[in-house]
């Protein structure tokens, strides 16, 4: 069974990721397109001779975009799928629809809100190629911990709320989750090198495709895992007739 | 955070049947090392290290990269 679970959670993963891949070529590409279009102006003004086309701008912003969602998406939608196998039955009387939904919006707050309040996506022309090695750690370490805090704030949580009731005992939990993510990112390095002269408003736009790419993403994610796991749950269930 | 969502199932409604945790184990490694290995590919390949030499990868997932959210050059 977990094994039929971790096939449609990949499944599942690589569907969502079609719809964030159009989401990310309408809203995403323009600011994408503007910002190598500042990186090449300023390179010529500095005199320095174009980076070789190695991948042509077409293919990266259409099957390269591609590619790079629906691998993310199965990825996600495998380790999505795990969590979710392990949950069910665990958390208490939820269907496997409210729990997908439920557990998507925890995996997008955990893998992408919280360590994007610290290191948000940049687009190109931000960043420096000496800070690469620096810049990788630092956001992984983030994903990692931010794991940490949610899983030690749920862990916790269910004891508050088991000591001072759900509604007290979830806003202790919440509580605990808010200062934790504070302290924990407080203490990981600040790192900006977006440009001085970069359009504020390039960035921005940029940004808000990025974490809008990742609502697509698991919000999708989430709803066409729910009747999923239902078929492989409850054979005959109330999820079976959607699957098609 | 997750409990708000149990109410609309009738209190009496049974507590489904948990998989067990030996039966999930190995398709939980498997998955992870997989998720892991496809992650690293789209994410950091030809970034910050690289097994495969050239930058035909991190260039073809290049705009996917910046929009994921993970370091680009």
């Not at chain 1, 698991?218 to 007739?241: D, N």
């Not at chain 2, 030809?46 to 050059?73: K, N």
Request: charged share 10%; with cysteine; hydrophobic share 55%.
């Amino acid at each position: 069974m977990a094994g039929r679970l971790l096939a449609r959670g990949m499944i599942a993963g690589v569907l969502a990721a079609c719809l964030a891949f159009l989401f990310a070529r309408v809203f995403g590409e323009p600011q994408v397109d503007l910002s190598i279009a500042f990186e090449t102006a300023r390179d010529a003004a500095a005199g320095m001779a174009a980076e070789p086309e190695i991948v042509s701008r077409k293919m990266q912003a259409s099957f390269g975009l591609f590619t790079a969602a629906a691998l993310y998406g199965a990825a996600y939608g495998g380790i999505f799928a795990i969590v979710f196998a392990l949950a069910y039955g665990r958390v208490g009387r939820v269907s496997p629809r409210a729990l997908a939904l439920l557990l998507a919006g925890a995996g997008f707050l955990t893998f992408v809100l919280i360590p994007d309040l610290k290191y948000p996506p940049n687009p190109p022309a931000v960043g420096q190629e000496g800070t690469i090695g620096l810049r990788t750690v630092t956001y992984f370490e983030m994903i990692v911990l931010s794991l940490c805090v949610m899983a030690l704030s749920i862990l916790v949580g269910r004891r508050l709320i088991q000591r001072f009731g759900q509604w007290n005992g979830m806003l202790c939990g919440v509580g605990l989750f808010v200062a934790l993510t504070a302290l924990v990112q407080s203490g990981l390095p600040n790192i900006n090198e977006v440009p001085a002269d970069f359009p504020a408003i390039v960035l921005w736009r940029f940004r808000e495709a990025a974490i809008g790419m990742q609502v697509v993403l698991w919000g999708a994610l989430g709803l066409i895992f729910g009747p999923l796991a239902t078929a492989v749950l409850t054979p005959g269930g109330t999820g079976r007739h959607r699957v098609g | 955070m997750s409990y708000g969502f149990s109410s609309p199932v009738p209190a009496s409604a049974a507590m489904p049947d948990a998989i067990p945790l030996r039966a999930l184990l190995p398709w939980a490694v498997f998955g992870l090392i997989l998720s892991m290995v496809l992650l690293y590919f789209v994410g950091a390949e030809q970034g910050a290290t690289a097994l495969l030499s050239g930058h035909a990868v991190h260039e073809f997932v290049h705009d996917g990269r910046h929009l994921l959210g993970f370091p680009c050059h």
